[in-house]
T-cell receptor, first 112, second 113 residues
Framework: GEDVEQSLFLSVREGDSSVINCTYTDSSSTYLYWYKQEPGAGLQLLTYIFSNMDMKQDQRLTVLLNKKDKHLSLRIADTQTGDSAIYFCAESIQGNTGKLIFGQGTTLQVKP | KAGVTQTPRYLIKTRGQQVTLSCSPISGHRSVSWYQQTPGQGLQFLFEYFSETQRNKGNFPGRFSGRQFSNSRSEMNVSTLELGDSALYLC????????????FGQGTRLTVV
């Protein structure tokens, strides 16, 4: 089946690292994505990882993929107040189509 | 390079009316997907168009339809609007051949009264 699960809320202090977790169920997933949504805005693509990779790093962002456990995480180093937003993970099940299955979103609150 | 453009940004419609939303993808992208975002159901896939053909479809009633033009611009239409259709409608643009990155527009906020 197609299902993506995320925890709903995470609160951290400015300067700390944030880790947002996601689990998915479809083993045929090809790409896994992280999006950020600020109030009243659309979705901003942060990063994505191909399913044959274990890790991807992009500046303050680190994505870890455990394909055996179907677990994906996004680590934000040195979290800033501007990182406060809702973070969605998503999977692309059929690599050549534009169908993404999204999790419910994790609200990240960054306290000064 | 221009991003994904959705028009209009906001709409207010009455129950029973119909509405058409527009999405212009990134230049060179041939795939446009539509999503509905509501507080209760989250982000749900509506359909995807690639080279003017519907390539994938989600689990929405037939009142929701779409099309894509030869310049890759896409429209979605909702007929006989219901209160529950109030949502943020997002479109995503991707190259289409190999789906690596999908970029979203700002969305159209539809309110049905």
């Amino acid at each position: 089946g197609e299902d993506v699960e995320q925890s709903l809320f995470l609160s951290v202090r400015e300067g700390d690292s944030s880790v947002i977790n996601c689990t998915y169920t479809d083993s045929s997933s090809t790409y896994l994505y992280w999006y950020k949504q600020e109030p009243g805005a659309g979705l901003q693509l942060l990063t994505y990882i191909f399913s044959n990779m274990d890790m991807k790093q992009d500046q303050r962002l680190t994505v870890l993929l455990n394909k055996k456990d179907k677990h994906l995480s996004l680590r934000i180093a040195d979290t800033q107040t501007g990182d406060s937003a809702i973070y969605f993970c998503a999977e692309s099940i059929q690599g050549n189509t534009g169908k993404l299955i999204f999790g419910q979103g994790t609200t990240l609150q960054v306290k000064p | 390079k221009a991003g994904v453009t959705q028009t209009p940004r906001y709409l207010i419609k009455t129950r029973g009316q119909q509405v058409t939303l527009s999405c212009s993808p990134i230049s060179g992208h041939r795939s446009v997907s539509w999503y509905q975002q509501t507080p209760g159901q989250g982000l749900q896939f509506l359909f995807e168009y690639f080279s003017e053909t519907q390539r994938n479809k989600g689990n929405f009633p037939g009142r929701f339809s779409g099309r894509q033009f030869s310049n890759s611009r896409s429209e979605m239409n909702v007929s006989t609007l219901e209160l529950g259709d109030s949502a943020l409608y997002l479109c995503a643009s991707s190259p289409g051949d190999v789906n690596t990155e999908a970029f979203f527009g700002q969305g159209t906020r539809l309110t049905v009264v």
